[in-house]
């Protein structure tokens, strides 16, 4: 299995704070993607990292892994309300499905 | 370009009623996927789609559910009969390459009381 494992399970912040959330995973793999999802909606893919890749920036997201620790942490940075949402880790090593594990809810509080 | 469409968005039925759930992937995208999220849990895989072929259905919880892809369009979850453990969130996801970024539908969700 592949599985993420989300950390920390839920986290509460205020408008304009950062928040920092973990994933782990077990095996070597091809590449770690972060998914978010909205309450009531459905999964949106927001970055991908490939395994020979550090840190990737998108918009306010920052991605970082580290193959040698299996983690990998996102940075939303100056977050607003419209960040709440669960967050969702998920890694493949090219031949597996996807596996997510169950990922941090983000409150963001005006 | 219209992404992944899932239907309908909520079905609430009866304990041992039938369900089916429609996902219409991205055209031109071969695989297609079907997740599951039941309630504080993680979401699950269920099965692949090759086209019409099923690559891998390891996960499809027991013979009471039925998924079909004919003619490699869209597909097809039905639930039967359905159990009240089986309420979630069924999620539909597409790619053109094989575990590359999989885009997903805004999933079912399915309450069976």
């Known amino acids: 299995s592949q599985q993420g494992e989300e950390d920390p399970q839920a986290l509460s912040i205020q408008e304009g704070e950062n928040a920092t959330m973990n994933c782990s995973y077990k095996t070597s793999i091809n590449n770690l993607q972060w998914y978010r999802q909205n309450s009531g909606r459905g999964l949106v893919h927001l970055i991908l990292?490939?395994?020979?890749?550090r840190e990737k920036h998108s918009g306010r997201l920052r991605v970082t892994l580290d193959t040698s620790k299996k983690s990998s942490s996102l940075l939303i940075t100056a977050s607003r309300a419209a960040d709440t949402a669960s967050y969702f880790c998920t890694s493949n090593s090219g031949y597996s499905t996807l596996t997510f594990g169950k990922g941090t809810m983000l409150l963001v509080s005006p | 370009e219209a992404g992944v469409t899932q239907f309908p968005s909520h079905s609430v039925i009866e304990k041992g009623q039938t369900v089916t759930l429609r996902c219409d992937p991205i055209s031109g995208h071969d695989n297609l996927y079907w997740y599951r999220r039941v309630m504080g849990k993680e979401i699950k895989f269920l099965l692949h789609f090759v086209k019409e072929s099923k690559q891998d259905e390891s996960g499809m919880p027991n013979n009471r559910f039925l998924a079909e892809r004919t003619g490699g369009t869209y597909s097809t979850l039905k639930v039967q009969p359905a159990e009240l453990e089986d309420s979630g969130v069924y999620f539909c996801?597409?790619?053109?390459?094989?575990?590359?970024?999989?885009?997903f539908g805004p999933g079912t969700r399915l309450t069976v009381t």
């Open positions: 990292i490939r395994s020979n890749e």
């Open positions: 996801a597409s790619s053109q390459v094989r575990v590359a970024e999989q885009y």
